[in-house]
């Protein structure tokens, strides 16, 4: 099968993201999302720490370390964009005025249900960050993530076995075997990789897959 690269999980979310949305990415993988926005598409990215209006990465050696976003990693700040309290940035989150928030996962359940702050494993660090919030707060949110675990399991599952950040909020999956909705309907297949079934992917994960209208290769 033709696994997709992080980069083209990362481009085949920024199709998604339309024209004038606020979007919050989270740290880690989403942050990558920023790299594949269309210029000529106007998309506001905020960022938890207080800013809205980051751009895509800088380049080597243009780094400026007081422009950072919430995974301390260098950013642009596009023409226009501003930076502001934390305080404002979270009132932001809170208050339902992000479109979309695009967010890492341990787990995600067919129904929507998100763990993605804590494993439970005894010596895990917690990392909780804004992700309640944001899951919460945000119009839909958007999971990128791996479809399996380095042992093989599937992260996506019947219920979440980890403790849970959100429920019933996450309305699309990005992986690199496929991308899926999921919700009171269970879980759709959208897009599956090319050299992989159906039946395969539903052996993979363990879960019932219904498939979308239009089933289409990635």
């Given at each position: 099968m033709n696994r997709m690269t992080r980069d083209q999980m990362a481009a085949r979310v920024a199709r998604d993201i339309p024209e004038g949305a606020y979007v919050n990415l989270g740290i880690g993988l989403p942050t990558k999302v920023a790299n594949y926005l269309p210029q000529e598409r106007e998309i506001f990215?905020?960022?938890e720490n207080g800013l809205l209006g980051m751009g895509p990465?800088?380049?080597a050696g243009e780094e400026d370390w007081e422009l950072i976003n919430a995974g301390k990693q260098a950013v642009t700040l596009l023409t226009g964009g501003c930076?502001?309290?934390?305080?404002?940035s979270f009132a932001m989150m809170r208050g339902g005025h992000l479109d979309i928030c695009v967010l890492g996962a341990f787990q995600v359940a067919v129904n929507g249900d998100l763990a993605n702050w804590h494993t439970g494993e005894p010596g895990a660090?917690?990392?909780v960050g804004g992700a309640m919030d944001l899951a919460i707060g945000a119009k839909k949110t958007f999971v990128m993530m791996?479809?399996?675990?380095?042992?093989?399991e599937s992260k996506?599952?019947?219920a979440c076995t980890y403790p849970l950040t959100g429920l019933a909020c996450v309305?699309?999956?990005y992986t690199d075997l496929g991308v899926f909705d999921v919700g009171p309907q269970g879980a759709q297949v959208l897009e599956i990789v090319e050299g992989l079934t159906l039946d395969e992917?539903?052996?993979l994960t363990g879960v019932k897959l219904e498939m979308a209208v239009q089933l289409q290769a990635a």
């Open positions: 990215l905020q960022s990465a800088p380049a930076f502001f309290h934390h305080a404002d660090i917690p990392a791996d479809l399996l675990t380095k042992q093989g996506l599952v019947d309305s699309r999956v992917l539903r052996r």
